[in-house]
């Protein structure tokens, strides 16, 4: 190939294989993989020092529920069952009457010891209110009416129920503002007697149980009602006009 022709011929050669030189080079180029981005420099943070979370605080647990007082060895209804203020007490009540009218409350009758830590309070008081009778103070100086014996025994029928409602000379719990203990144990002496569980083992079969805190005429024998007075001559099946209890349970 002469004039013209060879040099178009060049310059197709050298378009195609562009300022680089051959196809096979270009190829080759394009193969050869890019190096790796270089790391980016880091600086050590020494760690910081974080206080440490305190735990949520539990809500404070009280040892008795709010129906009854803690008297340090245990938890005792502020009134006379049923325990409630402006109610009358229960009465013509035996010691198993309140041994299963506590129990259906998750409660229990209380123990002489407890009944006669709760009356005395800490300071070991003669009475609920202090160390000297007071007249008055307590439902406790009635005129005694004579009972008709031959007619409560016949309980449940209308006679029984009609003397013990001619005897009963009760009034409704925390009346007499006075006659609280240290700690808030209302009508602890007078009112009704309480039954409770014997401080000792019992005499007998049947005499578990004693009554506390005399009732509304006094106590037999005795000049005034105490904290350490009990009657203990009856057993526990005893029905009688002016007998009730009030509940007591463990702490906590």
């Not at 005429?217 to 009657?231: I, T």
């Not at 203990?232 to 005893?238: E, V």
Request: charged share 25%.
């Amino acid at each position: 190939m002469n004039g013209p022709a060879r040099t178009v011929g060049w310059a197709m050669a050298f378009a195609v294989a562009g300022c680089g030189g051959s196809v096979t080079g270009a190829r080759r180029a394009a193969a050869t993989p890019e190096p790796p981005p270089r790391p980016l420099a880091t600086v050590a943070v020494p760690p910081v020092a974080l206080p440490p979370v305190a735990a949520p605080p539990r809500p404070a647990t009280k040892p008795c529920p709010d129906d009854m007082v803690d008297v340090g060895v245990a938890c005792i209804d502020r009134y006379e069952a049923p325990n409630e203020p402006g109610k009358m007490p229960f009465a013509l009540q035996t010691a198993w009457d309140g041994e299963s009218w506590c129990e259906d409350r998750g409660k229990r009758l209380c123990t002489e010891g407890e009944w006669v830590r709760a009356c005395e309070g800490p300071d070991g008081r003669k009475y609920p209110y202090g160390d000297a009778h007071e007249d008055g103070v307590c439902n406790d100086n009635r005129t005694w009416i004579s009972v008709r014996w031959d007619l409560l025994a016949r309980w449940p029928s209308p006679v029984a129920v009609d003397e013990a409602r001619r005897l009963f000379q009760g009034e409704t719990s925390g009346a007499r503002a006075g006659c609280v203990s240290a700690e808030g144990v209302h009508d602890l002496t007078g009112n009704v007697a309480e039954w409770v569980r014997r401080a000792e083992a019992p005499p007998r079969p049947g005499y578990e149980h004693v009554l506390k805190g005399c009732y509304w005429a006094g106590c037999y024998h005795e000049p005034h009602p105490n904290c350490v007075f009990r009657n203990s001559a009856h057993p526990g099946t005893f029905r009688t006009y002016e007998a009730g209890f009030r509940c007591c349970r463990d702490r906590g």
